[in-house]
């Protein structure tokens, strides 16, 4: 059952209301290794389902452009003091729907249609908002992208520099969406100071192991950051970006007006609710703890010869490149998913493959490490990832519904928030 329960839903609207259950029993049966999902507490769940959604909200804190915030002000107000606090900023602004709208402020107020802008390329890790050809950061600006070296898996800093010299980017964007190793911030901020570049970190992935002190802050290096709220921070689908005092006014502006209407108090309240916890003692130990699953998890598939992109993790995010499993990512996703193993297939640095039939899959363990599982669990979790791998390679699919079983026996123990059998 449902907790907060449905049961209007399951009156009025039996269908969606099917869906509903399903989808949380799908999400309780299953390893779900997507790295950018989690589960949000039931505070955060009670918080996005509130008479707060009711509420139009137009302009910032005590400049609205509607009547009624009395209680909409202090609201927000809130959820500002508490991601500056938690994070160390001089400003925050937690009005963006999502990253891509964040990303897209960002070069609303530094950039004019045509500027350069240097960021890691999608192929190699980045984000489609980073100038990806298909996306409308990659029509309106001139992108330069970085990669990672062949033998390394690794950003090489020095061709960063050489880039960002050359080419003079408004701005830099370091971070990404399938980057296994540490962010050199530091290294960033001072290319970006010598090529006169806006340095923005995007810590989508990475916020709550920030958060929990389980991975260096971008604070004090990039003036600008922007950041999902859900993924490893566990809130909300939203989002938010940190300024210094130097950079809040034109953010805040590129916001609203310049990109959205009135902010969702409903996922404001939930953000806010996410931020609290992520400051208690406990939220420190979860993060330590999903790195320290997502390094066990490396080391497992290493010793059965998966090749790891850069040899392994630094955080949460594993990329694993499947080609001499003789098998290509999607068809390993797919037969992967009717095992009870969820992930995403991905290309790979330097993939031969299309983006759609890529040689690479991409996995986390954030959610896993909300239910519970530890270092303990990681050994056989790559052992029926494996199994449904090599039964896949040889289009075996006897081995998948038997894995799936197992899996459901096995999380039976570690509940999700939000829903029970």
């Not at 029509?139 to 950003?155: N, S």
């Not at 003079?168 to 190793?181: H, M």
């Not at 916020?207 to 929990?212: D, K, Q, S, T, V």
Request: glycine fraction near 8%; charge should be negative.
């Amino acid at each position: 059952m449902h907790q907060p329960p449905i049961p209007q839903i399951d009156a009025e609207d039996p269908e969606i209301a099917g869906l509903i259950h399903d989808e949380a029993r799908r999400q309780a049966e299953k390893f779900r290794l997507i790295p950018s999902e989690n589960y949000v507490s039931l505070a955060v769940l009670e918080a996005c389902g509130t008479v707060l959604t009711n509420k139009y909200s137009e302009g910032y804190a005590g400049r609205r452009y509607y009547e009624g915030q009395q209680l909409i002000d202090p609201l927000e107000t809130i959820a500002q003091q508490r991601a500056q606090a938690l994070f160390g900023a001089d400003h925050a602004n937690v009005q963006p729907y999502s990253g891509s709208p964040a990303n897209l402020a960002v070069y609303l107020a530094f950039a004019q249609p045509g500027d350069t802008i240097l960021a890691m390329s999608l192929s190699a890790g980045g984000h489609l908002t980073h100038g990806s050809p298909v996306s409308v950061t990659g029509k309106w600006f001139r992108p330069v992208h970085y990669g990672v070296r062949r033998e390394t898996g690794r950003v090489d800093m020095d061709d960063v520099r050489d880039l960002a010299l050359k080419e003079r980017p408004k701005i830099i964007i370091c971070g990404g969406t399938a980057i296994p190793r540490t962010i050199d911030y530091p290294a960033f901020a001072a290319i970006a100071a010598e090529a006169g570049a806006v340095l923005v970190a995007d810590m989508a992935h990475i916020a709550g192991l920030i958060a929990g002190g389980a991975h260096p802050s971008p604070v004090g290096h990039a003036p600008v950051i922007t950041t999902t709220t859900h993924k490893t921070l566990r809130g909300p689908r939203g989002a938010m970006i940190l300024t210094d005092a130097e950079h809040a006014s034109p953010i805040d502006k590129a916001v609203f007006p310049g990109l959205q209407g009135g902010p969702h108090n409903h996922t404001t309240a939930g953000i806010a609710v996410a931020l609290h916890e992520a400051a208690r003692p406990e939220f420190r130990t979860y993060a330590a703890q999903v790195v320290a699953n997502a390094k066990a998890l490396a080391a497992a598939l290493l010793d059965r010869g998966y090749d790891l992109v850069s040899g392994g993790t630094d955080n949460h995010l594993l990329l694993v490149d499947l080609t001499n499993k003789g098998i290509a990512g999607k068809p390993a996703a797919k037969a992967l998913d009717r095992a009870g193993i969820e992930l995403n297939f991905n290309s790979v640095p330097f993939d031969q493959r299309r983006p759609l039939d890529p040689s690479g899959i991409r996995l986390g363990t954030p959610a896993l490490t909300t239910r519970g599982l530890t270092e303990k669990h990681m050994p056989l979790l790559a052992a029926w990832m494996d199994e449904a791998i090599t039964a896949a390679s040889k289009d075996d699919e006897a081995p998948l519904d038997r894995i799936a079983a197992e899996i459901r026996d096995l999380l039976a123990d570690f509940p999700i928030p939000g829903w029970s059998a």
